[in-house]
């Protein structure tokens, strides 16, 4: 009796991890971490919001999205950007829908309001014409926390609920891309020092960020600047070897990550019921340039698909056949970075790597909280 007993119960738990194999590869999960994700940024993680707008800045079109099981959705790669990423690690069942076609209760798993071009700044991109700058996308936000309320029903199951959720921003890039590095458009070069315009960058990214905080915001990640003077673009324009990362770029952009640490030190210490963090990007960069081998990659100075020396000059043209080792290019374009490498740095902001990759904590961690 006992024996039977025994192997009933050896049966039932081979029955159960059967079960739960077969429930994970179908892609069922239990419940995300938290129960949103918000993310504002610009064409690193824009997955459509410029689709529909007069703007040069689009990717709707292939070869982009060559890789993602939807084709081309606006997003700037061959396939998944950091934030899809970060949303399958965070457990989330599908990844986290456009402003642009983010409908009803959808809302309450997350929006996101990255706009290709956006900076900071206003005026920031505005040569390639429609863009949705980080002022902007936190108008767009604050429009959902609206429709948040009337869906929960007042404002304080509003707040309850989108106090637990991660906001993730990743600005800047442009604000040196196609702002500061751009003299014969913009005069912020001449009317700013590197140090200078930094600071300046910094406070109207402050005001921002507490701006969301006063709509809700509790759990968020602030991503620092990469190494745009290693991307492909800024190897064809200013380096004389063609692989040589341009020195004064990658220097005006540590000068800004810096002061985005001791933003992070400053909020965490002024807003007790918050909880801020800062992904290094640069570092993780920094990484994945100075040992490609070590994550199969063999390319690091050239895009898969672009037009020019180091495939830089500008981003995909439609219609364009792309490399064929995809994964074994650091840069999918001019200017974005692969699947690939979106994956290892999605990885690596949500669970850190080295103690490098993360301040004060991961991703993981703040999902926790």
């Known amino acids: 009796m006992a024996s039977d007993q025994k192997r009933w119960l050896v049966t039932m738990h081979i029955m159960a991890t059967i079960l739960a194999l077969k429930m994970v590869s179908f892609g069922v999960n239990a419940d995300p971490q938290v129960p949103c994700y918000f993310i504002f940024g610009d064409s690193l993680v ?7 707008i007069a703007s040069l800045a689009r990717a709707n079109y292939l070869p982009y999205g060559i890789d993602f099981p939807d084709g081309p959705t606006g997003r700037f790669s061959n396939g998944k950007t950091v934030v899809d990423t970060v949303a399958e690690l965070l457990g989330f069942n599908d990844y986290i829908p456009p402003y642009a076609n983010a409908r009803g209760r959808e809302i309450l798993g997350g929006v996101n309001y990255a706009s290709a071009a956006a900076g900071i700044r206003d005026e920031t991109g505005q040569q390639l014409g429609a863009r ?31 106090r637990q959720c991660i906001y993730s921003v990743g600005l800047g890039s ?25 600071t300046v960058l910094i406070q109207q990214y402050s005001e921002l960020i507490r701006e969301l905080y006063n709509y809700g915001a509790r759990k968020l990640v602030l991503n620092g600047v990469g190494q ?22 990658n220097s005006a952009n540590q000068l800004f990550n810096n002061q ?36 199969g990659f063999t390319v690091t100075n050239a895009g898969c698909c672009g037009v020019g020396k180091n495939n830089g000059q500008i981003t995909c043209l439609p219609g364009q056949t792309p490399c064929a080792n995809r994964n074994e290019h650091l840069f999918w374009d001019a200017f974005h970075p692969g699947e690939a490498a979106n994956v290892i740095v999605g990885r ?20 926790q909280l």
């Open 46 to 52: 824009d997955n459509g919001n410029n689709n529909g």
């Open 132 to 162: 949705i700058s980080f002022g902007g996308q936190v108008n767009n936000y604050k429009n959902t926390v609206s429709q948040v309320v009337d869906i929960l029903g007042d404002e304080d199951s509003a707040a309850n609920y989108l």
């Open 174 to 198: 442009n604000d040196y891309l196609n702002n500061y590095f751009m003299p014969n458009i913009y005069q912020t070069s001449r009317q700013y020092t590197p140090e200078q315009y930094a």
């Open 228 to 249: 745009i003077g290693c991307s492909p673009n800024a190897l064809a324009q200013n380096s004389d070897d063609g692989s040589t990362c341009v020195d004064s770029i």
């Open 260 to 295: 985005l640490i001791s933003l992070v030190d400053t909020l965490n210490r002024d807003i007790p019921d918050a909880k801020f963090i800062y992904i290094n990007n640069y570092a993780i960069f920094q990484d994945l340039i100075n040992r490609p081998q070590s994550y």
């Open 348 to 367: 690596r902001s949500y669970r850190a790597q080295s103690s490098s990759d993360a301040h004060p904590m991961d991703i993981s961690q703040l999902a």
